[in-house]
């Protein structure tokens, strides 16, 4: 069964950082782009990352360009999003997901496969 398992969310003071990580369940991820969103209570899931395939493109959304950034570890099928200078309004559940295709899409209903989430709070 494709998996894909977040972990490293949780609490945080405004100004800190944290990493979260994606585990994907199958090699096959190597070969797809990848994202992350984010859902605050209240509000629609929204686009924060994403990576191609090869880890060589990336793109953001323009609230997080700058502090965020999205990685990928082909060894170990994992997607990373190290979160710095972190504020109140970055506090939402953070959503990994997969395309089923090589190249970044900001696109939710592009996105095929996603994980639990896990929680991130950014206290001011």
């Known amino acids: 069964q494709v998996q894909l398992v977040e972990s490293g969310g949780g609490l945080v003071q405004a100004g800190g950082s944290l990493r979260l990580s994606c585990a994907a369940s199958?090699?096959?991820?190597?070969?797809?782009?990848m994202g992350w969103f984010r859902q605050a209570p209240g509000k629609e899931r929204e686009f924060v990352a994403t990576?191609?395939?090869?880890?060589?493109?990336?793109y953001y959304a323009d609230s997080v360009k700058g502090r965020f950034t999205i990685s990928r570890d082909m060894v170990k099928n994992t997607v990373y999003l190290q979160m710095n200078s972190l504020k109140p309004e970055d506090t939402a559940v953070y959503y990994c997901?997969?395309?089923?295709?090589?190249?970044?899409?900001?696109?939710?209903?592009?996105?095929?496969?996603w994980g639990q989430g896990t929680q991130v709070t950014v206290s001011s």
């Open positions: 990576i191609s395939w090869s880890g060589g493109s990336t």
């Open positions: 997901a997969s395309t089923t295709t090589f190249r970044t899409t900001p696109r939710k209903d592009e996105y095929r496969y």
């Open positions: 199958e090699r096959t991820f190597n070969n797809y782009a």
